[in-house]
Nanobody, 122 residues
Framework: QVQLVESGGGLVQAGAPLRLSCAES????????MGWFRQAPGKEREFVAA????????YYADSVKGRFTISRGSDKNTVYLQMNSLKPEDTAVFYC???????????????WGEGIQVTVSS
C-alpha cells in the first residue's frame, strides 16, 4: 500500500509563488510515476502535471505550462509542484497521485492523497 501526503498549500495573492510537496510512503521499493490534479468548486477534477518514473519526462496541462514545474526530490519519494505567477483561477484542491505510468489520465493512477487547498486571491 502507498500513502501520499500533500503539504504546502494555503492562501496567496495573485502573482505569488507557492510550492506543493507530496511525500510518498509505503511501497517505496517501487518507483511510481507521479501526477498532480486539481478540483475547483463545482468542477471536475483535472490534470495539472505529471512526471515519469525515471523523472526524465514531464507533462503539463496547457493552462499551467510555463508557470508550473513538477520535479522529484533526490530521495525519489517526494514530488514537488512549483507554482509561479498564480492566478485566481488556479484556486482548487490539489491532489497528488501515483501510478505505474505518467499520464494526464485519471484512470492511470492507483493511489491518491487526500488533497490540499490552494486559494489565490485577486
Amino acid at each position: 500500500q502507498v500513502q501520499l501526503v500533500e503539504s504546502g498549500g494555503g492562501l496567496v495573492q495573485a502573482g505569488a509563488p507557492l510550492r506543493l510537496s507530496c511525500a510518498e510512503s509505503g511501497r517505496t521499493s517501487t518507483t511510481y510515476a507521479m501526477g498532480w490534479f486539481r478540483q475547483a468548486p463545482g468542477k471536475e477534477r483535472e490534470f495539472v502535471a505529471a512526471i515519469s518514473r525515471g523523472g526524465l519526462n514531464t507533462y503539463y496541462a496547457d493552462s499551467v505550462k510555463g508557470r508550473f514545474t513538477i520535479s522529484r526530490g533526490s530521495d525519489k519519494n517526494t514530488v514537488y509542484l512549483q507554482m509561479n505567477s498564480l492566478k485566481p483561477e488556479d484556486t482548487a484542491v490539489f491532489y497528488c497521485a501515483a501510478g505505474l505510468r505518467g499520464s494526464s489520465r485519471y484512470a492511470d493512477y492507483d493511489y491518491w492523497g487526500e488533497g490540499i487547498q490552494v486559494t489565490v486571491s485577486s
